[in-house]
């Protein structure tokens, strides 16, 4: 089974507007990270924001919320006012503690979803 | 402060070649991880290297290997090269250690990668 899943592979978006992207994963870990990145054109990745399995509130970074619900297993990025300059690929990763523990800072990702921001 | 450095950007080699990656970390982290991204596959976690230690390793044939210095750069090397190997790969470092909840929230950074095309 897919342990990170997004579900959508591409959406438009108008500038200005907000857009949430889906993220729901799969674990049997207590503790664990999600992580949202951003990777432009050019291929650099992006951090974007962290929510932690025990963090009681969403995470939210400048314009980057995150829509964290544990019991679903959701973890979804919300974009406020996008801009042009926010088109690219967004991931959304996870790192399970047996992960650090037994193996350090793996990180799974979802297959992506492509965000174009229309003028 | 300065970013992940990925040397080189681009690479061109041909099938049965070898090829070695280089990846300075920022100032400070010790753990450094080496991802490979493709269209078909994605994202895909190959190992990871802590204090010149490798802590885990993905999925990937013996061809892939790397190692770390004392300095915290780390090398990864591909050998006897194939076509499928053509990837950008991705190289990603953080501060390492867990707390006490056995995980940590500090993101990987991760440089700009280097794309690799196999002729």
């Known amino acids: 089974a897919q342990k990170i899943t997004q579900t959508q592979p591409g959406m438009f978006v108008q500038e200005k507007e907000a857009v949430t992207l889906d993220c729901t994963y799969d674990?049997?870990?207590?503790?664990?990270?999600l992580f949202w990145y951003k990777q432009p054109s050019s291929g650099e990745m992006i951090f974007l924001i962290y929510?932690?399995?025990?963090?009681?509130q969403n995470a939210t970074e400048g314009r980057y919320s995150l829509n964290f619900q544990k019991a679903r297993k959701s973890a979804n990025l919300v974009i406020s006012a996008s801009q042009l300059g926010d088109s690219a690929m967004y991931f959304c990763?996870?790192?399970?503690?047996?992960?650090?523990?037994?193996?350090?800072?793996?990180?799974?990702f979802g297959g992506g979803t492509r965000v174009l921001v229309k003028p | 402060k300065a970013g992940v450095t990925q040397t080189p950007r681009y690479l061109i080699k041909t099938r049965g070649q070898q090829v070695t990656l280089s990846c300075s970390p920022i100032?400070?982290?010790?753990?450094v991880s080496w991802y490979q991204q493709t269209p078909g596959q994605g994202l895909q976690f190959l190992f990871e290297y802590f204090s010149e230690t490798q802590r885990n390793k993905g999925n990937f044939p013996g061809r892939f290997s790397g190692r770390q210095f004392s300095n915290s750069r780390s090398e990864m090397n591909v050998s006897t090269l194939e076509l499928g190997d053509s990837a950008l790969y991705l190289c990603?470092?953080?501060?390492?250690?867990?707390?006490?909840?056995?995980?940590?929230?500090?993101?990987?950074?991760f440089g700009d990668g280097t794309r690799l095309s196999i002729l």
């Open positions: 990763a996870m790192r399970e503690a047996s992960s650090i523990k037994a193996a350090g800072n793996k990180l799974t």
């Open positions: 929510q932690g399995s025990y963090d009681e």
């Open positions: 100032s400070g982290h010790r753990s």
């Open positions: 674990t049997s870990d207590q503790s664990y990270g």
């Open positions: 990603a470092s953080s501060y390492g250690p867990s707390n006490d909840r056995g995980y940590s929230n500090q993101p990987q950074h």
